[in-house]
């Protein structure tokens, strides 16, 4: 990664070399407004500023306004507004994010999203990298469908693009700060203004402090969920001549907060070792339907300090406490530039550059039970990526409009899971006391990409779009499994050394880490045609092919089966649309339907090991052939000045068509299953959001506002197969949900959130004053239901929260 840092400091050569260069095109237009409406904001999906309603894309577009009034400031407040966005939490704390049922739900830190993620289009390419990006925003921007013949990062959901705020030619500064339930300070502020001629600067920062929102089941005084983090970032906007600019983006984030725990659902009992099971069901302690209710484990006896006698017998060693609390400490920082040179001609050459670096460890909760049966009390591990891209555009104005480019990325992962189960069922003093396996995980990931897109008006109000892309990626991993001294699996299989890497073959001995590359190449493409009934109407229909690469797992494996790779999946999208605006702009329609063939789709599922001794092991495999179609709807009416009401569905219908091939086709209870006819993870049927805000204005040139969003999703599989998956023995089921029925153990629920606030703006928005409420009739839903050896577990939804905002703004 050296030589990737030098190559970021050298490539802003870029701009010094531009200087001598001709400059005869105009400079592009401003970004620093920002638009309140909804049919008001400016896009750059195409990778140039255009209205929403003039792109021939499905895309949601919410202002950095309505962002900050709605208090969306995390990864799962953007999924509660975005119709077809799903959020999941994970045991790695992780996000796991899944747009019109195309997602991936693997926690390692290493592995490509579905759903690509940019900060002004610089690529945040591992999930775990955007936690922190929404706030100080001029907007989002939700790009659905197949990316990557435009974008850097190729992906097969869709991308989400972060637009900063810009720095502003005359001096502003703002900010607020926030309390509420659970002792939350959160606070916000800015400052924006020219530093020299030509020169302008924006400072952001952002921070937030609560006590911990969950309470232990058994331990009622306990608390889990505190939040500590600060991030910032500072923008330089530099115009070195007419048609020479650059653009400096330095952002970062510390993290501290506490990973969510879960809340325990059921334990199966007829498993490998089903007595012990039985026990452990006795002694567990389930969640009740609340929010806040979950478990973890604290500070406890630590098994691995015992012996082994020779006729396999275990003798407990001197007392160790182990402190298995939920923590976290998780630092990012990312340097990113642009520049911007017209060579002449009414060509610009854009250079995107960054490098992104993470790092964390944490322990984190995996089964939502005070017992140690499933808890990573190791989960540590970095990113190093760099990212190059450069790219010729002509002049947007002319008929015929293209983009050239070609991206590099050069990444480095590393993860190190230390997985501890000393109380599951895997415990047998007969044999050995087999309670931890440990896994270091390095990935070295290299891709380089060549595309080209144009449009061409092939008459007045017709024009067709063609682009393409080939990518052609390299991924060399090692994985080193092994135990710590007194975990045991040594001493089972007769492997002399505990730390030394196991080859997880038959004769599972010490050996070398194994090493494999996954070599993929690919060529997306995109073909469309837009058609203008009239100057507020666009009529489009796209077909477009993208790619998602292939991922090595970081998890405990039995077997080097678990082990391999899932390969690239792909998705062919058909989709057609429209967008209008009639009566004056009064009304807003944007509706579009649309069609997946899904192949490969990838997923974390299951293997049984061999000999059978822990069950159902997590792996990595694919689904051949799998399928999605449904519909959408964006509706805004603006009925009166002042009052602005949205409304938007999505409709999805996903199948499996084709299941994961032997020895990968199990459930999570190790049973073979073809999962064919199943829905796809984290695919809701039904999904929608109805928002409406009123402002009213009064003469001093203040303004009181009201406004109240709701959020419907119905319900989801957290696997494949969870909408008819059952426990095989379950012990006591304390859910009521689940008792009557309503839901099966491995599906996510209906539920309905209602967020509400009020307010008054002073004279020009030089103060405010906002009290708000999120999910304020403290509706229960969850999010992701994991299985592990003996359990099942669910992560909640935050409950109803509350508190009140003061703001400022100097111009």
């Known amino acids: 990664m050296k030589n990737s840092i030098g190559f970021f400091l050298c490539s802003t050569s870029i701009g010094c070399l531009a200087i001598a260069l001709p400059a005869s095109a105009q400079q592009s237009p401003s970004t620093t407004g920002s638009a309140a409406q909804t049919a008001d904001i400016v896009v750059t999906a195409n990778k140039r500023e255009q209205n929403l309603n003039d792109v021939g894309l499905s895309i949601t577009a919410i202002s950095g306004d309505a962002l900050a009034q709605r208090k969306v400031s995390s990864l799962e407040d953007i999924a509660s507004i975005i119709p077809g966005l799903s959020y999941s939490a994970s045991t790695t704390n992780t996000p796991i994010y899944t747009l019109r049922g195309v997602g991936f739900n693997e926690s390692s830190l290493g592995v490509y999203p579905a759903v690509s993620v940019y900060i002004d289009q610089a690529p945040l390419p591992f999930p775990v990298l955007a936690s922190h990006s929404a706030y100080d925003l001029e907007r989002i921007e939700v790009l659905k469908g197949p990316q990557g013949t435009l974008f850097g990062q190729n992906s097969t959901g869709g991308a989400i693009n972060y637009i900063a705020a810009k720095p502003t030619s005359s001096f502003e500064a703002g900010g607020d700060i926030s309390y509420g339930r659970f002792n939350a300070i959160e606070g916000n502020a800015f400052i924006s203004g020219p530093l020299a001629t030509n020169v302008r600067a924006r400072l952001a920062v952002t921070g937030a402090n609560s006590d ?70 006795a002694t567990s302690v389930f969640a009740p339907d609340k929010a806040r209710a979950a478990d973890w484990s604290s500070f406890l006896t630590d098994p691995a300090t015992g012996v082994q006698n020779p006729d396999g017998t275990f003798v407990p060693g001197t007392a160790k406490s182990t402190d298995f609390t939920p923590r976290a400490d998780r630092k990012f920082y990312q340097l990113a530039m642009r520049a911007d040179v017209e060579l002449g001609a009414d060509i610009t050459l854009t250079s995107l550059t960054s490098y992104s670096d993470y790092d964390q460890t944490q322990t984190t909760d995996g089964d939502g039970n005070a017992a140690v049966t499933f808890d990573l009390q190791k989960n540590d591990g970095y990113i190093r990526s760099f990212s190059q891209e450069f790219r010729l555009a002509n002049d947007p104005r002319g008929a015929f409009r293209w983009v050239l480019g070609a991206n590099y990325e050069d990444s480095t992962t590393f993860e190190d899971q230390l997985l501890r189960y000393f109380d599951n069922s895997n415990y047998n003093p007969a044999t050995a006391y087999i309670n931890g396996s440990e896994v270091n995980n390095k990935q070295k990931i290299r891709n380089y990409a060549i595309f080209a897109s144009g449009e061409y008006d092939i008459a007045e109000k017709l024009t067709l779009k063609l682009a393409t892309r080939y990518t052609n990626s390299r991924i060399a991993d090692e994985n080193c499994g092994f135990t710590i001294p007194g975990g045991n699996v040594d001493k089972l299989f007769g492997t002399p050394t505990p730390t030394a890497c196991y080859t997880f073959d038959a004769a599972f001995r010490n050996g070398p880490p194994i090493l494999q590359t996954l070599k993929e190449d690919n060529v997306s493409w995109r073909a469309g045609i837009d058609y203008k009934m009239t100057d507020s109407s666009l009529l489009y229909a796209n077909v477009s092919r993208g790619y998602k690469a292939g991922s090595f797992p970081s998890l405990a494996a039995a077997t080097s089966k678990a082990l391999k790779p899932v390969t690239q999946e792909s998705v062919t999208a058909y989709e057609a649309g429209i967008k209008t605006e009639f009566l004056d702009r009064v009304i807003g329609l944007n509706a579009a339907a649309f069609y997946y063939d899904y192949r490969d789709k990838q997923i974390r599922g299951k293997i049984i090991d061999n000999p059978n001794i822990f069950g159902a092991l997590d792996t990595l495999a694919n689904i051949p052939k799998s399928t999605i179609y449904g519909f959408e709807a964006d509706l805004t009416i603006r009925p009166t000045r002042g009052l602005t009401i949205n409304g938007a569905l999505t409709y999805l219908k996903s199948e499996i068509k084709t299941g994961p091939v032997s020895p990968y086709n199990f ?25 409406a805000d009123y402002r009213h204005d009064v003469a001093n040139g203040g303004s009181a506002f009201v406004g109240v969003t709701a959020n419907i999703r119905s319900a989801s599989d957290a696997v494949p197969g969870g909408s008819r998956i059952e426990f095989p023995s379950r012990a006591a089921e304390p859910n009521s949900a689940l008792r009557a029925g309503i839901v099966h153990p491995f599906q996510n629920n209906s539920y309905a959130t209602v967020d509400a606030r009020i307010g008054y703006e002073g004279p020009n928005g030089s103060w405010r004053i906002m009290l708000w409420g999120k999910n304020v009739f403290n509706e229960y839903y969850w999010t992701n239901v994991i299985a592990s050896a003996d359990s099942a577990a669910r992560f909640a939804g935050r409950p109803a929260t509350y508190g009140l905002t003061v703001g400022f703004n100097f111009k």
Request: charged residues 20%; negative net charge; hydrophobic residues 35%.
């Open 667 to 691: 459930d999570v209870f190790g049973r073979t299953d073809s999962f064919v006819g199943d829905d796809l993870p984290f695919t809701p049927k039904w999904s929608g959001v109805i928002n």
């Open 212 to 281: 911990g929102w969950q309470y232990s089941v058994t331990r009622p005084s306990d608390r889990n969920g505190a939040t500590s983090y600060v991030a910032g970032r500072l923008l330089i906007d530099a115009d070195l001549s007419e048609g020479v600019k650059l653009s400096f983006n330095i952002n970062g984030w510390v993290d501290k907060s506490e990973p969510q725990a879960q809340q325990l659902i059921g334990i199966r009992t007829g498993g490998p070792q089903g007595a012990t099971a039985v026990k452990l069901a």
